[in-house]
């Protein structure tokens, strides 16, 4: 069988093509075609592979297997046939994206290596931006304005993109910005003057194709700086999304779009000091319940004993308990809350004869298990996580009678 010819590089605008089927396979990732020739560009050197159609099956996806094959994975092989020929279409929307995305990509490594010094370890052409890893571990937010403006007017200088192919070493002899990692032809792509590098993607015929860049934002990946950018339609799509965003804020804060930021601030510290407050309120709350417990409690050698369930609380509560009991010198306390996932939280206060009575190790041996518990702490309080909250009515019984049961011991010592 004949390796698939492929016309995309020959003319990468061609948009249909009749093609003879070669093989009709399965594979992991689905059924696939192989055809004699193809316009679908496999994906590759982070460019994803192309879609469209072959006769009335559609092509999900283009990629070239580890024997060289391309492969093009359609959603089921029923209406095709080996050795007929089938009119294979292009999805162009798809295919001239990525062509934006790849020109724009190595416009923007060119001009950062050229401009900043600033080398491009990896990229990435994502669905939404396209990522460029640097090999710097900090750059200055002055210098990638400077890339983003450069960049900028070379797209509006609607310069032409082009390719050739040379020998290995005379290719090498070009210096390039990264290292060639193919041997014999070496097939290169220009912009211009400003960027040429080796490279087996597709590329727009110019750099106005590309339409505008806009830096996004950056973040750190094994050491480096990573940055992030719009190109081509991407752009339009966002400045548009970003102004309906914008918009949609000025009218729930009723304010023009230059004073959102200090209404965001004043908000924010409003919601603050809510919180606080309202946190101050809910403790005093929880002290004046504990106080009225601690009264009305049965006491074990003084101390006031509570088993409480607070379950139907807030999931802030039992941190509140936590400042609360710090008030109280006497207490054995035994706290569950049962969480919606399933699992349950534990608190174990001792405070005063009730420690001795009931060290927390025998807590941790004999109850712990009740619950498929973990944690720990420090005198008076310890806390947790259970997995196996069906156990929580036992681990509260257990509480007790380990309490009683010590308790014997200290007063008949």
Known sequence: MEP??????????????????????????????????????????????DRGWIGTAAVLDTAEDADGRILHYVDGLNSLQ??????????????????????????????LHSLKGIGTVAVHLGHDCLSIE?????????????????????VRLNVPVTFQELPFEEAQALGLRRSIKVNGLVRLVSIGEFDIIACGGLHVQSTAHIKQVLYK?????????????????????????????????????SAQPHELLARAAELQRAAADAQYRLQKTQLQLVKKTFGDLVESSPRILGCPVLTIDVTNELDTYPKLVSEAVLDIPLLALCLVQQRTDGTLTWMVVLKGAVEKALPFAVVRERLFPV???????????????????????????????????????????
């Open 217 to 253: 934002g950056s973040e750190m990946i094994r050491g480096h700086v990573r940055t992030h950018w719009y190109a081509g339609d991407r752009v339009v799509e966002q400045i548009r999304s970003n102004q309906r965003i914008v918009g949609d804020l000025g009218v729930l804060f």
């Open 4 to 49: 698939t010819f492929p016309q995309f590089y020959q003319d990468p605008l061609l948009l249909e093509l009749m093609v003879g089927i070669q093989k009709l396979v399965q594979t992991p990732k689905g059924p696939a075609v192989i055809t004699d020739r193809t316009i679908c560009y496999p994906e590759g050197g982070g460019q994803p592979g």
């Open 134 to 154: 640097t090999d710097r571990s900090e750059i200055d937010p002055e210098e990638i304005t400077a890339v983003e403006d450069r960049v900028n007017e070379i």
């Open 371 to 413: 619950l498929q518990a973990k944690g720990g702490g420090k005198p008076p309080l310890w806390q947790g996580i259970g997995t196996k909250a069906e156990g929580k009515e036992e681990f509260l019984h257990g509480f007790v009678e380990l309490l009683n049961q010590g308790a014997v011991g200290v007063e008949t010592h």
């Open 82 to 111: 080996e050795g007929k020929e089938y009119l294979m279409k292009l999805d162009w929307g798809h295919r001239f994206e990525y062509m934006q995305q790849h020109t724009a990509q190595h416009l923007i490594s060119g001009i």
